[in-house]
Structure formats: C-alpha cells, structure tokens
C-alpha cells in the first residue's frame, strides 16, 4: 500500500490545521492507521490511531482533546483534525499503516506515507 500525507503547512498558535493520508489500494480497511510526528532533533512520536472500521481511537496524552483522528474507507483516507495548536506541535507528520491491533510503536507499522510539514508560530 501506498500512503500519501497531504495538508501540513504554517499556522500561529491556536489555529487549526487537518492532515489527509490518501491510500492506495483496496485493502485500505484491512488497516490500523498511525499517525506520527518528528521533530529536529527528537524522536519519532506516537500521536494518534484508529482501528480499521474507526470504532475506536486512541491518542497521545500531549494532543488528546486536540486532535480528532477519523477514516472515511470509501474515500480510502485518514484524516487528522488538528485545533488548538501549540508551537511544540511543529514537526513533520508521518501517517502510517499495520494489521492487527492499534499500537504506539512506530516500528509496528509496516508502511509509511512521506511526511507532511505542520509549523506553528507563537
């Protein structure tokens, strides 16, 4: 499978932004969705997942009641609704895919999309 991440760009401190991972492939909702971030420096970091059928969700402590991971498998694409956004956001944002269950760990998923720049000023 393929990935796509799409919608990063600058945004001031409070704005909103939402990231589009395309997919493609007809397999697409066989798929556990991650989303990631990296920021110079650091670490690639867990930031937000969904099942396959977007039931269920799960977030990291540092954007939960921010951030709104969704799924439209018709459309073969994950979105990521980003609000409220801070300047320790700013990193570049990794979608990725796996089979079986929701996980933080970046080594778990098999594909990655190329990344997509979310900058936020103060």
């Known amino acids: 499978v393929q990935l796509q991440a799409s919608g990063g760009g600058l945004v001031q401190a409070g704005g909103s932004l939402r990231l589009s991972c395309a997919a493609s492939?007809?397999?697409?909702?066989?798929?556990?969705v991650g989303w990631f971030r990296q920021a110079p420096g650091k670490e690639r970091e867990f930031v937000a997942a969904?099942?396959?059928?977007?039931?269920?969700?799960m977030y990291a402590d540092s954007v939960k009641g921010r951030f709104t991971i969704s799924r439209d498998n018709a459309k073969n694409t994950v979105y990521l609704q980003m609000n409220s956004l801070k300047p320790e956001d700013t990193a570049v944002y990794y979608c990725?895919?796996?089979?079986?269950?929701?996980?933080?760990?970046?080594?778990?998923?098999?594909?990655w999309g190329q990344g997509t720049q979310v900058t936020v000023s103060s």
């Open positions: 990725a895919v796996r089979v079986g269950i929701m996980i933080t760990i970046p080594d778990g998923y098999n594909y």
């Open positions: 492939g007809s397999t697409f909702s066989t798929y556990v």
């Open positions: 969904i099942s396959r059928s977007g039931r269920s969700t």
